[in-house]
Nanobody, 120 residues
Framework: VQLQASGGGLVQAGRSLRLSCAAS????????MAWYRQAPGNQRELVAKIIHSGASSYADSVKGRFTISRDNANNTVYLQMNSLIPGDTAVYYCNAVVTTAPRSPSYIYWGQGTQVTVSS
């Protein structure tokens, strides 16, 4: 299973970016998909997560500005980031809890990370 993230870049404060992460490989089902971020000198933190039904949750720091969504048919998760601030600058990683066969255990997979830089 591989996760391929894309969509990062350099933007000015107040602008928007949309991140995408597509999972591929031997996938039976994906329960949770999530976005994490890690700024220099900081620990990796959960930004948002979404389960198969579409229910989602967010870190307090991004509530009202970021929206996570998923396309179950294409095993893809998105992160729409609006009203970006310099504090959002980080490497963003996608994450998925994947089951590769019926009645088999689930495993966590990570994407390679995409840099988001917000200038003031």
């Amino acid at each position: 299973v591989q996760l391929q993230a894309s969509g990062g870049g350099l933007v000015q404060a107040g602008r928007s970016l949309r991140l995408s992460c597509a999972a591929s490989g031997s996938i039976f089902s994906i329960n949770v998909m999530a976005w994490y971020r890690q700024a220099p000198g900081n620990q990796r933190e959960l930004v948002a997560k979404i389960i198969h039904s579409g229910a989602s949750s967010y870190a307090d720091s991004v509530k009202g500005r970021f929206t996570i969504s998923r396309d179950n048919a294409n095993n893809t998760v998105y992160l729409q980031m609006n009203s970006l601030i310099p504090g959002d600058t980080a490497v963003y990683y996608c994450n998925a809890v994947v089951t590769t066969a019926p009645r088999s255990p689930s495993y966590i997979y990570w994407g390679q990370g995409t840099q988001v830089t917000v200038s003031s």
